[in-house]
């Protein structure tokens, strides 16, 4: 009898239903000589420390280190206090008794680093010693499956994966546990949660709120004249918006006074913009949060639920290239796209041909582990409105990626009025190309200067001026982070995982350190308090999770060894604790209060 372990109770049926397992019994299916059963998720953490028989950290307690760390089930909040998760109790009876019913055990939990941690754990927590093997699969269609369990690996294949999950998750508890309760220890302020992203995170929500609310505006005042031409009303602006109200106003009235104005050039350029990349995660919760203001969070549970329905890839991805092979399955999943019409204003699909894709979205190195996300040639059935727009967006891409680049022309015109420069500039698509499928408006690149429409005009031509404005502008003070900014954010300073960085995000809101206002995501009361407690430390700054990405990246080649690594996080660990005792020791305090007096 085969054992095969999942992350989901849907997950599992489904790859049970497609090899044979359908007997339903209680926490697992079996059948065809499987046995398949599933966890809710991380149902196992590491300890903590009164786990460990330490009741109360002391100063000298720290850093807190356990000599081995231990596996706890999954605690739940309630109001007597934290207790072990049932679900999960009664849950790893049944893996317990699944896996000592089988002499093999295939993992086919997420096919991530945090997935094959997952799986290890549970493995290591019920002290198993069976053979295991893995499947390693991007999609959860009948194919993809079966071509997975046809290609099944030793579990032994992914030791690096692991030690670089479990090394970070390890390093994690050690930073977190120990800069969250010396913070509260050298403070006497209560429990604070910190840890190597989410502070950083919450540091930088903070830092854009803070410098919001001290923005100090700037006035500037910019000058407009309208000029008309075979019917045609056009507004240039002039090109160096005046920083005095007094100023502006004299060469105001110059150009009232002036009734005409000379064209003094005009240029056109013609700008190629090529096809954007496929879809990541990070690019699609982006995209998602732009287009109709979803959350980082919904796009992530809306793209799973797409991948549990077969429709999509697998979503928790980096990458925004193919493989070889997948790249070769494309045509027919085109063709199909194609057909089901799902993007009119696109018909006639920019010159796509199917029987010869663009190859510029292979990148064999890029996709290494998972590839970019793809549709799987399914067609959608009974979709939310919510899922069949991030559907969409995914599907879009697709067709995007394989047609002609957009070609766009501008024009600029500049004219003099009163000895005064001004510019006008229009901004026009010519060849529409990619840019058909969703018709955005943002395609078209804007600035100060554009106007919707210019009439032919030459150089040397004198236009009257049928109307002249002075408008006064204040410089808007940096608005607060969206989804979109604050995943693009991460992703630019390496906090987190594509797959980790929603979880960080609602981590911070489900702990009431910051919270959605409209579409913008503000810290609370308790972050700004957290954030003015711990600015300037290490724990808050961003460089500390780039460096660790670097290390964790070498312990998945091999280049890195995992004790080594933990080793540094101990150094760390220690010089973090010691730095926040001695800002907010007693001593310190006190000698502040005195040098008040």
């Given at each position: ?13 489904e ?19 499987y ?36 596996l ?25 008794r ?74 994690d ?147 925004r ?19 089901w019409?799902?993007f ?7 010159g ?87 018709m955005?408006s943002?395609?078209?690149?804007t ?7 210019l ?35 991460m ?5 987190g ?6 979880n ?27 954030y003015?407690?711990?600015?300037g ?31 540094r ?21 006190e000698?502040k ?5």
């Amino acid at each position: 009898m085969i054992a095969i372990l999942t992350d989901k109770p849907s997950v599992g049926k489904e790859i049970g239903r497609i090899i044979g397992a359908t007997k339903v019994r209680n926490g697992y299916v079996e059948g065809n000589g499987y046995m398949v059963t599933w966890t809710f998720g991380n149902m196992l953490s590491l300890a903590m420390p009164k786990d460990y028989g330490t009741q109360k950290l002391e100063r000298n307690d720290f850093p807190f280190i356990p000599s081995e760390f231990e596996l706890m089930v999954r605690h739940t909040r309630t109001e007597n206090g934290w207790i072990p998760d049932i679900d999960a109790v009664l849950q790893l009876k049944v893996i317990e008794r699944v896996f000592q019913a089988c002499d093999t055990i295939i993992a086919a939990t997420d096919a991530s680093r945090d997935g094959e941690m997952t799986f290890r754990y549970v493995y290591q927590y019920l002290n198993c010693t069976q053979p295991c093997f893995r499947l390693w699969i991007s999609s959860l269609t009948d194919e993809s499956v079966r071509k997975g369990m046809e290609n099944l690996k030793p579990d032994s294949c992914y030791d690096s994966l692991f030690l670089s999950a479990d090394s970070r998750n390890k390093a994690d508890w050690i930073l977190g546990i120990n800069a969250s309760y010396a913070m509260c220890k050298a403070t006497g302020l209560g429990n604070n949660s910190l840890g190597r992203v989410q502070t950083p995170v919450l540091a930088a929500i903070s830092r854009r709120y803070r410098e919001r609310e001290n923005h100090i505006s700037s006035d500037s005042w910019p000058i407009y004249i309208s000029l008309q031409k075979d019917g045609i009303l056009f507004k240039m602006r002039r090109t160096q918006d005046l920083p005095d109200k007094e100023s502006a106003t004299m060469f105001f009235q110059d150009c009232k006074q002036a009734h005409q104005a000379q064209i003094t050039s005009i240029s056109h350029s013609v700008k190629e913009i090529l096809p954007p990349d496929l879809l990541d995660l990070t690019q699609l919760q982006k995209e998602a949060n732009i287009r109709y203001g979803f959350t980082a969070s919904e796009v992530y549970d809306i793209a799973q639920s797409l991948y549990e329905k077969k429709l999509i890839s697998y979503p928790r991805t980096s990458c925004r290239y193919l493989t070889e092979d997948v790249f070769d399955s494309l045509p027919p999943i085109m063709a199909r796209l194609l057909s089901w019409e799902l993007f009119p204003a696109a018909k006639g699909t920019g010159g796509i041909d199917i029987s010869n894709l663009s190859r510029h979205v292979i990148s064999a190195e890029k996709a290494n582990v998972h590839h970019a996300i793809i549709i799987t040639g399914i067609r959608p059935g009974n979709l939310s409105e919510k899922e069949m727009q991030v559907y969409r967006l995914v599907a879009g891409r697709m067709l995007e990626a394989f047609m002609a680049p957009c070609r766009i022309e501008t024009t600029n015109v500049e004219a003099v009025c009163a000895a005064q420069h001004f510019k006008a500039e229009q901004t026009r698509i010519i060849k529409a190309g990619w840019h058909d499928v969703f018709m955005r408006s943002d395609m078209v690149p804007t600035s100060g200067y554009s106007v919707k429409e210019l009439p032919e005009v030459e150089k040397g031509d004198t236009l009257n001026v049928c109307g002249c404005n002075l408008v006064h502008k204040k410089q808007l003070p940096v608005n607060p982070f969206t989804d979109a900014e604050l995943v693009e954010y991460m992703e630019q300073n390496g906090l987190g995982t594509v797959s980790s960085r929603t979880n960080i995000i609602r981590t911070l809101v489900n702990r009431k350190y910051i919270r959605y206002s409209g579409k913008y995501i503000v810290p609370t009361p308790k972050g700004m308090f957290t954030y003015e407690t711990i600015r300037g430390k290490e724990i808050a700054d961003t460089s500390l999770t780039a460096d660790w990405e670097k290390q964790l990246t070498g312990l998945e080649s091999g280049m890195i060894a995992g004790q080594d690594f933990l080793n540094r996080i101990r150094t760390l660990a220690k010089e973090m604790t010691d730095d926040i005792f001695n800002t907010y020791s007693p001593q310190k305090k006190e000698r502040k209060e005195l040098s008040q007096i």
